[in-house]
């Protein structure tokens, strides 16, 4: 961390009690939601996607080549160097654009800090951090709000660009369709280890690099291999993301355990019961829907279900594509990208995890 000056507040206390980084349990949401009722904007006209298709994010078609998204997103401190939570943050954020098929160019700076308490040369780091990444991908930065608060908070709010014809929707998946996830799963056990004092440094390493890495190369090589089904793996883990992206298009998945790619640390984190409530949340939100072989470890279950934070691209590759070839594209971009199931006929929403 770069924090000179005052002594540098750890973050990650300021956030215990607070839940973690995720969004709030699934179930609720989908209850809430649905107690809205006609009260949500669904497609409609120019509105190509809206609140109620449940889609990472909204879109607007501005003309037959232009479609605007929009979309935001802000959590509590993950890790303690105020500059990486700044860049996790800003990479989670702009993940919605490109897991809709999209690429972001302007954002703005949503902020919450307990200015009494936290020197404000961190929360100058954690701004830099976001700026950093944005600059990356090409997006603006025009300003943002701050508010005082007890609890710090960062995010961005976000707008992109995409082609009408060529958006990734959660509805559009089709039976025999194989199943590709371009990161590694367990960002959310091994935050739970830095909260808790018991996170190895290599583990925070590999977690940061891989919560800071843009999914714009996924995106665009998702693209060319003519996806239409994808979503990006953030609160309601690789399990429920895809048992909503399954119920949504009518049909079922098989998951390939062995097949899912885990972050270094995160099985051992699990094993020293470092696992947040959402991971929680969402096993025990999915027992109906998801059905786990016994031969599969119990450690790798909690994974399938964590919680994550800027996670990957799920996405499904067309049965016209070459698949290998998708992955091989995605692994020459320094993506530990892998097969890890196929798209089925059955009950909707149903997943089955194998060994």
Not at 82 to 105: C, E, F, K, Q
Not at 242 to 269: K, N
Not at 332 to 344: F, M, Q, S
Request: proline fraction near 4%; aromatic fraction near 4%.
């Amino acid at each position: 961390m770069s924090t000179s000056g005052e002594q540098a507040v750890k973050l990650t206390s300021l956030s215990q009690g607070a839940g973690c980084a995720c969004k709030l349990p699934l179930a609720k949401l989908e209850n809430m939601f649905s107690s809205l009722g006609a009260n949500l904007e669904g497609a409609s006209g120019e509105m190509l996607i809206g609140a109620s298709e449940g889609d990472d994010a909204a879109v607007y078609r501005l003309d037959a080549e232009r479609a605007l998204i929009l979309t935001t997103d802000f959590f509590t401190p993950i890790v303690d160097d105020a500059y990486d939570w700044g860049r996790i943050a800003a990479t989670n954020a702009l993940s919605d654009v490109y897991a809709m098929g999209g690429t972001p160019i302007i954002a703005v700076n949503l902020t919450a800090w307990p200015a009494n308490d936290v020197p404000m040369e961190q929360l100058s780091d954690v701004l830099r951090g976001g700026a950093d990444i944005a600059r990356e991908a090409s997006c603006f930065v025009g300003g943002g709000h701050t508010i005082d608060d007890p609890i710090p908070k960062y995010g961005m709010a976000v707008v992109g660009m995409a082609h009408p014809d060529r958006l990734f929707q959660i509805d559009r998946l089709t039976a025999g369709e194989d199943l590709v996830l371009t990161k590694a799963v367990g960002t959310g056990v091994i935050a739970t280890a830095i909260k808790n004092g018991g996170a190895r440094q290599e583990w925070i390493d590999a977690a940061v690099g891989s919560m800071t890495t843009l999914n714009a190369d996924a995106c665009a090589i998702a693209g060319g291999a003519g996806v239409r089904a994808a979503t990006d793996v953030t609160g309601f883990g690789l399990l429920g993301h895809l048992h909503r992206m399954v119920r949504a298009s009518g049909l079922s998945a098989t998951i390939d355990a062995a097949a899912v790619p885990t972050l270094p640390g995160a099985l051992e984190a699990v094993d020293r019961g470092y696992v947040p409530g959402g991971t929680k949340a969402n096993t025990d939100h999915l027992s109906d829907v998801v059905g786990v072989a016994d031969g599969v470890p119990s450690a790798v279950a909690v994974l399938l279900h964590d919680a994550q934070t800027s996670g990957g691209v799920l996405m499904a590759v067309p049965k016209e594509a070459d698949t290998d070839a998708v992955v091989a594209q995605l692994r020459a971009k320094d993506l530990p990208a892998a097969v890890i199931g196929r798209v089925t006929e059955g009950t909707a929403g149903h997943v089955t995890v194998t060994p």
